[in-house]
DNA sequence: ATCCTTTTTTACCATTTGTTAAATGCGCCC
DNA sequence: GGGCGCATTTAACAAATGGTAAAAAAGGAT
């Protein structure tokens, strides 16, 4: 399963052979299960995943205790708390699994090794993790002043794939309403 | 007023006068006034702005037509459209000035070129806007379920400076509802 | 100071969303 | 099959927010 890690890396840059056993032997495997929880918060995050298979979520407790869900991540995406990563101070938001997952897990020590070893690693990964920073706030922002039916059709339209296989609550925490509100939203679109 | 772009660069890595001087050359001043618009919104962005002193915001249409702020940028903070700028696509969002505001204009062209002759200043510039870019994205994601006074609230705690300089009606439209709400939570807050 | 324009406040009512509680469905284990 | 735990749906009511319109306040220009 590594293999679809390098072979999504080498979508974005030709990596010879060796390099990559090298990256092989420097990171490793794991499968969760649904709400298994990757990250707990209040930890510095010295981890990156790479989702094979599955959906991982972020999530961070708001001012009235309710587990909010920033992001919904999937196949071939990385997923970490990247403020904690980068900078090396404690984290606000967990990461769990969604549904039952397939990752690469990169150790920082050990990613920050191999940046040392191979450095158009650097450059690719931080590329594709800014890039991808990007998109999801678009996405935010583009919810901003759209009641709650507006930004459940557009997360349908463009995220389909996740809609199916995350539950209702976790969905409505990602946009920001309550479980009853969605129901409802998804009552009156039939 | 070029300095204080120089001086700010120099608060994270010293940069030596002869490199300052090449900087200078290559960027350029200019004062606006609170309303103008910077780039225009459909376009291809090719500029980044320093901002010396005032705000700008990046706004967007929402599916109802209105115009929505999904950031607010001042003194100290680069502002451009980073997914138009890097990929060459033509950028949702436009940038005004929120206040009278000045800036150091920074042309794509010429600041590949610094890139080239000053390589260290690439990695400086995508670092801090990358972290600026993560910071944004927690403030957004932080509103998630939150009704709109605590949203207020939060904003007014973090961003006081700003909540005094803009208009209401630009606060509302960052906050995502109707500058009526906002000036009613504002009557029920004294 | 006065007029004019823009911004902000207020009020009223419609709509949306939250809250609470109960009912229903659905899988899983015994 | 029966019972249990969990997720989803429904309902009734309360609270928050939006839409519209108008008044009040604040600035700017002359």
Redesign the pocket.
Same mark, same amino acid.
Request: aromatic share 0%.
């Given at each position: 399963m590594i293999d679809s890690f390098i072979n999504f890396l080498r979508l974005f840059k030709n990596i010879p052979d060796e390099d990559a056993e090298l990256i092989r032997s420097e990171v490793s495997f794991r499968k969760v299960n649904e709400?298994e929880v990757l990250f707990e918060e209040g930890h510095i995050c010295r981890e990156m995943f790479f989702i094979c298979k599955g959906v991982l979520r972020i999530v961070a407790q708001n001012d009235?205790g309710?587990k909010m869900t920033y992001f919904f991540l999937k196949e071939n995406q990385f997923c970490s708390i990247l403020n904690s990563f980068n900078n090396n101070i404690p984290a606000p938001e967990g990461i769990e699994a969604a549904c039952d997952a397939e990752l690469v897990v990169l150790k920082k020590q050990k990613l920050f090794d191999l940046y040392e070893k191979l450095p158009y690693l650097k450059e690719l990964i931080t590329g594709i993790t800014t890039q991808s920073l990007l998109e999801k706030i678009n996405v935010r922002n583009s919810y901003l002043?759209?009641?709650?039916?507006?930004?459940y059709r557009n997360f349908l339209m463009r995220q389909p794939d996740i809609a199916l296989r995350? %539950? @209702? *609550?976790? #969905?409505?925490s990602y946009l920001?309403?309550?479980?009853? %509100? @969605? *129901?409802? #939203?998804?009552?009156n679109m039939r």
């Open positions: 709400g009235k309710s002043g759209e009641d709650a039916a507006t930004r995350v %539950s @209702l *609550s976790d #969905i409505a920001g309403i309550t479980q009853q %509100s @969605l *129901s409802r #939203i998804r009552k």
